[in-house]
């Protein structure tokens, strides 16, 4: 007796590599995903293998300054995160996510390439210094520095648009219609943090120790490789992706939301909303894909004018277009957003914090005592795997252990709420930077009960383990700050605009390093005629001072942040004040 065989099916929104309706048995699920993991993996490898030891190139290599070599830092990695808005929009608008991950790896190979061969060159770097206090050292020219920033900001760029298009296309091969798939796409972005979490303990190990040892040529050649390695994998998967539309930038949306509302703001609003443009009253198009009607709201009224269907426009003209006018639906969902705005802003301190793990805590470390046993000594910048190390602790401590207690103390099955959880990542940041000041204190008196403090490339008789507090708060701060602030935003977020969530969460990261890079410009301003906080030698600095300034920062914008909190009303509970269930909506992904 033959074995049943299973029939192909066809899927309706999907499409193969020929552009022919994707068949769910040749295309899509666990093989292709496989691929795009795999590119996921190499990306983290190789952004953070030159990120997280970058200040110390800067400033051992390239003979810049303590406050420009961290600014330098954290203007990179805030660009990479902000490039990531630029990248959906492309991808969601124009290229489609698959072209734009092809094109922005390469980019991204090309960046890499070119920082490979700054290393490997001599006239791309200033000579070594021969003074053993540094006094004889001449700082990178503007042409070596030119080729610097051209290889970081071409890695910058394909980071940010691989990293917009890469959760969401490998959640692309899964169809959300079939329950073992819809289940598979849960169990992809699970794989999909791992995979971010492999790579990032690999850069923080092996490659650091790599530069540190063997050299940075051929610490970022192994970069090199592992991003080209991964686009060929990533390619050789062509035809096994499953492809789908482009679903158009929510920014569009919310840009022609203002732009309606702007052209129609000497037009008087009707008495009744019930009178304003609506889903209801759009013609043609399929009834499927019309969005869920949503409640007026007496916030933001202004941009209720979006929606008044002005018959001296629209007179003869049959379709509607959206830089004229608006369903009212269009204009709640923008002022979903705008709701949401007073905690997107107040989640920006904490990555500020965040950006000190990679640069000054980095540059203490150098200057301490690393050395495990008499002969092994650990990389500066791979004390930041305490900090991966915290976050891989703090989130099944989490699961086990403080989501049954709060279950049972405040009654909420999730446990802690999103805004709950970023509360706590705000709390341990602050706790943080008073670890930090109170350490850079010990560090300072060490260096000047041994006659240091001249001599800023001696070691410091001070166990560079005194700096794990900072790396551990920073991290398990991260940990309930990540979950937090996704679960917030993908769930407060409108479901036409789900792709917001990913963008708003990446643009607090950005905000985050460059508003680091700010706060470090201005200080180092202020303080750098007298005695300089910042200081090249940091046994001469107060940089306990600049952490006490952050804590002190972090601890204001807690208070803005509760205040916020308190405010704010979750859309469940909102539309169901109103008599409205919420339409489910399918998994998002997340980088």
């Known amino acids: 007796m033959a074995l049943p065989q299973t029939q192909p099916k066809q899927l309706l929104d999907a499409w193969d590599y020929k552009g022919l309706p994707a068949d769910s048995c040749r295309t899509g699920g666990w093989t292709s995903a496989a691929m795009i993991l795999g590119v996921e993996a190499c990306e983290r490898l190789t ?9 110390t190139y800067l400033r051992g290599t390239m003979h810049l300054g303590n406050a420009s070599s961290a600014n330098n830092v954290t203007n990179f990695l805030g660009t990479s995160f902000m490039l990531c808005l630029l990248g959906g929009f492309i991808a969601d608008t124009f290229l489609g996510r698959y072209l734009t991950i092809a094109i922005f790896t390469t980019v991204q190979a090309t960046g890499v390439t070119v920082l490979t061969i700054s290393t490997i060159i001599p006239s791309l770097r200033p000579p070594k210094c021969t003074d053993i206090g540094g006094s004889d050292c001449i700082p990178a020219n503007s042409g070596q520095l030119m080729v610097l920033y051209i290889a970081l900001y071409l890695t910058a760029l394909g980071t940010g648009g691989l990293k917009s298009s890469v959760s969401g296309f490998g959640s692309d091969q899964f169809d959300e219609s079939n329950e073992e798939e819809k289940t598979q796409m849960a169990n992809f972005f699970n794989w999909f943090f791992f995979f971010i979490s492999i790579g990032s303990l690999g850069a923080v190990t092996v490659l650091v120790y790599i530069q540190d040892n063997l050299g940075r040529k051929w610490g970022y050649g192994i970069c090199a490789c592992a991003i080209l390695i991964g686009l060929v994998l990533f390619l050789s998967g062509t035809h096994r992706y499953r492809f789908k539309n482009l679903v158009g930038s929510p920014l569009t949306q919310i840009a ?10 000497y037009l008087e609003l009707p008495p009744d909303a019930a009178a304003l443009f609506n889903v209801d009253d759009e013609i043609g198009g399929d009834e499927k894909k019309k969005k869920q009607r949503l409640p007026h709201s007496k916030q933001f009224r202004f941009l209720d004018k979006a929606a008044i269907n002005d018959p001296e426009t629209s007179s003869g003209i049959e379709v509607v277009n959206k830089w004229y006018l608006s369903t009212l639906t269009d204009v709640e969902e923008v002022k979903m957003v705008i709701r949401m705005l007073p905690i997107w802003a107040t989640n920006i301190m904490f990555w500020t914090v965040y950006a000190q793990m990679t640069t000054f805590s980095v540059s203490q470390a150098t200057t301490m005592d690393r050395h495990i046993g008499k002969s092994f000594q650990i990389p500066a910048a791979s004390l930041t795997a305490f900090f991966v190390g915290s976050i891989l602790l703090t989130v099944p401590v989490y699961d086990q252990i403080i989501v049954p207690i709060t279950k049972r103390a405040l009654k909420n099955p999730q446990g802690l709420t999103p805004l709950q959880r970023i509360g706590v990542g705000l709390v341990l940041s602050i706790f943080a930077m008073a670890a930090a000041a109170l350490i850079e204190v010990k560090r300072l008196k060490a260096a000047r009960s041994n006659g240091l403090v001249d001599n800023p490339t001696a070691e410091i008789p001070l166990s560079v383990f005194w700096l794990v507090p900072q790396f551990f708060f920073v991290g398990s701060g991260e940990a309930f700050m990540y979950i937090g602030q996704l679960d917030f935003f993908l769930m407060e977020c409108p479901k036409g605009m789900k ?93």
């Open 256 to 265: 022609a939301v203002f732009v309606a509302a702007w052209r129609k703001r």
């Open 47 to 55: 952004t953070l293998g030159i990120a997280v030891n970058l200040v």
């Open 499 to 591: 792709t917001m969530s990913t963008g708003l969460f990446l643009s607090t990261l950005s905000l985050g390093f460059f508003f680091s890079s700010f706060l470090v410009s201005v200080v180092h301003k202020v303080t750098g005629n007298r005695r300089p906080w910042l200081a090249d030698n940091m046994n001469r600095g107060k940089l306990y001072d600049f952490y006490w300034l952050l804590a002190l920062l972090s601890a204001l914008n807690l208070v803005l942040f509760w205040v916020s909190a308190t405010w704010y009303v979750y859309k469940e509970k909102r539309l169901a004040e109103e008599g409205i269930e919420l339409e489910e909506a399918g998994p998002s992904g997340h980088a």
